[in-house]
């Protein structure tokens, strides 16, 4: 299985480098990847190296906590689409869903909503699925469901509890079909790619996208 366009080629390092981002742009073009996520500050710069090519670009915002004020992550969305990103990745505000403010969760939404809509961007809601109840994560399906979000994240890979084949299958469950999965954090190997792919992600965020690649190669 080609899992190559699944694949979001991510560096979201705290030491990400102008350099580090060369390589992950160059190294997305020669694989396939649908898309490339670096971190705000290099948008513009990957914008240049991606044109002409089919890979997208995709940042984050909030990252990697979610509990910026919505004044700010509007700011940090404003910016990374005049710098060139196609797809945006907001963390969600998971001391909101602790504090069951469902309402502060729908109205974030509510108010990024139209600013992307309007620029044609794709959004994706990032939740931290493994500091979350299974009735936390079904709510949060039901508020981005209801919002029309293009995907939903199951984690920033920050979190101590990486994403499970689990997480993945109640999402699909929960989330209209229309809305897309995206499996966060590292991919551990080829075989657990194909897994999350059989339990409904459309995508995979990977930092070790070709290792991957090499993987599969070397079974082939």
């Known amino acids: ?13 705290p030491t990400t480098t102008i350099a580090d981002v060369e390589i992950v742009c160059a190294e997305a073009k020669e694989h396939g990847f649908a898309v490339v996520c670096v971190p705000p500050l290099f948008v513009k710069k990957a914008s240049a190296l991606l044109t002409g090519s089919k890979v997208k670009l995709a940042t984050v915002i909030g ?6 004020a919505i004044e700010a992550k509007l700011a940090e969305i404003v910016l990374a689409i005049i710098d060139g990103a196609d797809e945006l990745e907001m963390v969600i505000n998971t001391s909101a869903v602790k504090n069951k403010d469902w309402q502060f969760l729908a109205s974030e939404i509510s108010t990024i909503m139209p600013i992307v809509r309007g620029k044609g961007k794709i959004i994706k809601l990032i939740i931290e699925s493994g500091l979350l109840t299974d009735e936390e994560i ?11 979000v293009d995907a939903v994240v ?34 551990k190997n ?8 059989a339990a409904g992600a459309d995508r995979l965020g990977c930092s070790n996208s070709v290792e991957l690649i090499q993987e599969l190669a070397q079974q082939n």
């Open 138 to 148: 079904i709510t949060c399906c039901d508020i981005y469901g209801a919002a029309g």
């Open 63 to 68: 990252f990697p906590f979610g509990y910026s």
């Open 190 to 197: 080829y075989s657990f790619a194909r897994q999350v792919i």
């Open 154 to 187: 199951t984690g920033t890979g920050y979190a101590a509890k990486e994403t499970t084949i689990e997480m993945v299958q109640l999402l699909r469950k929960h989330l209209p079909s229309a809305i897309k999965i995206k499996a966060g954090g590292d991919i």
């Open 1 to 13: 299985m080609n899992i190559a366009p699944y694949i979001e080629h991510t560096i979201l390092n």
